[in-house]
Nanobody
Framework: QVQLAESGGGLVQAGGSLRLSCVAS????????MAWHRQAPGKQRELVASITSGGSTNVADSVKGRFIISKDNAPNTVYLQMNNLEPEDTAVYYC??????????WGQGTQVTVSS
């Protein structure tokens, strides 16, 4: 089992910044992917950004140039630096951990609200 602890959400004005953190603990493997997804009211959950244990990243076009994903290996933590936030970024942000095999683990989510 893998446990995920998210932090860093909140309320910010448009143009502001927030940094989300997610610490993974438990049965961590050397080969894994961690990611941030988000779900806005009435919309499907979507990938925001992902990073592999080797450091390869993938960032959604909608946030490219504004959001940066990074990680520390000890402890196994993934960050999402969100800059120049827009009201359209308002959503619940979920951390994901996945081994190179099997099903993913999800965090409980953290609310990000951007006011105009």
């Amino acid at each position: 089992q893998v446990q995920l602890a998210e932090s860093g959400g909140g309320l910010v004005q448009a143009g502001g910044s927030l940094r989300l953190s997610c610490v993974a603990s438990g049965s961590i493997s050397d080969s894994n992917t961690m990611a941030w997804h988000r779900q806005a009211p009435g919309k499907q959950r979507e990938l925001v950004a992902s990073i592999t244990s080797g450091g390869s990243t993938n960032v959604a076009d909608s946030v490219k140039g504004r959001f940066i994903i990074s990680k520390d290996n000890a402890p196994n933590t993934v960050y999402l630096q969100m800059n120049n936030l827009e009201p359209e970024d308002t959503a619940v942000y979920y951390c994901l951990y996945k081994h190179s095999w099997g099903s993913p683990y999800w965090g409980q989510g953290t609310q990000v609200t951007v006011s105009s």
